[in-house]
């Protein structure tokens, strides 16, 4: 029986798993889209938008609330990041009630065969479409 067992173990141990789940959402909000394994991915993928939530109450509440950031950098590896969040992500998402990432199964990984995915912010910020866009293009030469 499975009764009031809660999370995903991903075959670490709990200070892994603790530095897996801050590497993976730092990344996230860094690059506003990242390509992982399917389980890793719902692994974090709660405490990525809860995150978010919890810098639009901060901006919601004065503008700069230090508690707010306080439990962002917790999590985040990187101060760069945390400033990022709140000063573009967080905005960006305002209105929105929830639901801020998207994730988009790419396929299988060839040597074990895991479903990759690709877990992306929704509403992408000038310098990703940029980047994409660049992607496509240089795509399209070789």
Do not use: W
């Amino acid at each position: 029986m499975k009764h009031r067992v809660a999370g995903r173990k991903l075959g670490r141990n709990t200070s892994q798993r603790s530095a897996l789940r801050r590497g993976l959402i730092t990344e996230l909000f860094r690059h506003e889209r990242i390509s992982t394994t399917e389980a890793k991915a719902r692994f974090m993928r709660g405490d990525a938008e809860h995150l978010i939530t919890i810098a639009k109450n901060g901006l919601a509440e004065g503008g700069n609330s230090v508690h707010a950031h306080r439990l962002a950098a917790k999590v985040l590896t990187d101060p760069e990041v945390t400033k990022r969040l709140f000063n573009e992500i967080a905005p960006r998402f305002a209105e929105r009630p929830g639901g801020y990432t998207r994730m988009v199964k790419v396929g299988s990984r060839v040597g074990d065969g895991a479903q990759i995915v690709i877990l992306e912010l929704v509403e992408k910020g000038a310098s990703t479409e940029a980047s994409a866009k660049d992607a496509k293009a240089a795509r399209g030469r070789k």
